[in-house]
């Protein structure tokens, strides 16, 4: 319903001919003039778009072509990580957030489910047992830097449907528990509610809680938040998080924000579809 909307039509007027938008890598508030290619996935995809439209079809093209060689993304090599292994990744993760129809970035999520899985083995999470499976997986390279915390956006997103259902529990609870929640999305333990609703710490919150809804077997473990989020209601039965939400990111889904009733209306949108995926 958000398709038509002005933060859309920017977006898009932005993708050049070859389907990205200028770097690729960058999770980061996107600015006005320099927008990266996940930033406007991350934007259209919240606004409703799917690979039913030609701008994320383009997308997809292209992030395939960079996934198999064909072409590469623009960015700088970093290297803090082995850049191939993160480039795949994160190209692998887009591709099928979109779309489940493309053999190489199904065949890059089994590998980072089987190196998950590997380290979730005695029923709990082994740091051993996981560098073991990374490199062993993965092709770790000496000298390539550090492994990949799997707790990050990319593999949590990746791996979603790829898991058996014990894995799967285990990995949840695991990133509830966590000290430092999900690297690039809420950097808090997710088992401690927010301390205030209108904020855009919990907007972040709940982002990092909508990439745990999409494990069908671990929902019910997020009851809790659901529990907090009817907590939360205003005298309408309605969701407000507030001004401070609109980061461009996950707010505002409408055009024009003056009114009230329109932000209550897309932070009920947000919150109502989390609910109904928990549930």
Known sequence: MHKDAKWAKQIISLQDSEGKWGIFHS??????KNITTEQALRRLERLGYTIEDECIQKAVSYMNDCLIGKKSIPDYREKVHDW???????LSTWIRRFTADNSVANKIAKQWADVISGAFTSGTFNHEEYVSAYTDILGL??????????V??????LV?????????????DYIISRDYGIYYIYNRKLAVLPEVFESKNASYYLAAVELLSKYVHARH???FVIDWL??????????????????????PLSDDWRKKETREADCTERIAKLMVDIL
């Open 27 to 32: 999770l980061a508030k996107p600015t006005t």
């Open 230 to 251: 009817n907590d939360n209601r205003n005298e309408n039965g309605r969701w407000d998080m507030g001004k401070m939400v609109n980061d461009k990111v996950y707010f």
């Open 152 to 157: 990050n956006f990319y593999p949590v997103s």
């Open 221 to 223: 473990k997020l009851n």
């Open 84 to 90: 191939d292994i993160f480039t795949s990744l994160m």
């Open 160 to 172: 979603r449907d790829c898991l058996d259902e014990k894995t799967e529990q285990a990995v949840v």
């Open 141 to 150: 390279k000496p000298g390539g830097g550090r492994l990949v915390d799997f």
